[in-house]
């Protein structure tokens, strides 16, 4: 069962990124979705997490109203849309999979069963 996440890539400040995650070995539909980010010397951060159905998303304070989450299950794919990124939004960021998650721990990464090997996203100023 693995994760495969890309999209990442070095862009500007002001500046928008689509990063893309799929599933091989597993079907995505049925898994709550987290979107993660890891920064040097930094703890993995809770980005945003879409439920199963699709029909509950959550994202932390700090990309809230800049970056959406979505998922298309026809294409087994979820997606973070993010704009107007900052440089301190450069990280590595990991998408996670897992089954029945409540919402209270939507963005804990200890939710997640499985995790991408992560995309990384450097936005300079």
């Known amino acids: 069962v693995q994760l495969q996440a890309s999209g990442g890539g070095l862009v500007q400040g002001g500046d928008s990124l689509r990063l893309s995650c799929s599933g091989s070995?597993?079907?995505?539909?049925?898994?709550?979705m987290g979107w993660f980010r890891q920064a040097p010397g930094k703890e993995r951060e809770g980005v945003s997490s879409?439920?199963?159905?699709?029909?509950?998303?959550v994202y932390g304070d700090s990309v809230k109203g800049r970056f959406t989450i979505s998922r298309d299950n026809a294409k087994d794919t979820v997606y973070l849309q993010m704009n107007s990124l900052k440089p301190e939004d450069t990280a590595v960021y990991y998408c996670?999979?897992?089954?029945?998650?409540?919402?209270?721990?939507?963005?804990?990464?200890?939710?997640?069963?499985?995790w991408g090997q992560g995309t990384q996203v450097t936005v300079s100023s």
């Open positions: 879409i439920r199963s159905s699709g029909g509950t998303t």
């Open positions: 070995g597993l079907t995505l539909e049925g898994f709550g």
């Open positions: 996670a999979a897992s089954k029945n998650i409540i919402l209270s721990s939507l963005l804990r990464y200890p939710s997640y069963a499985y």
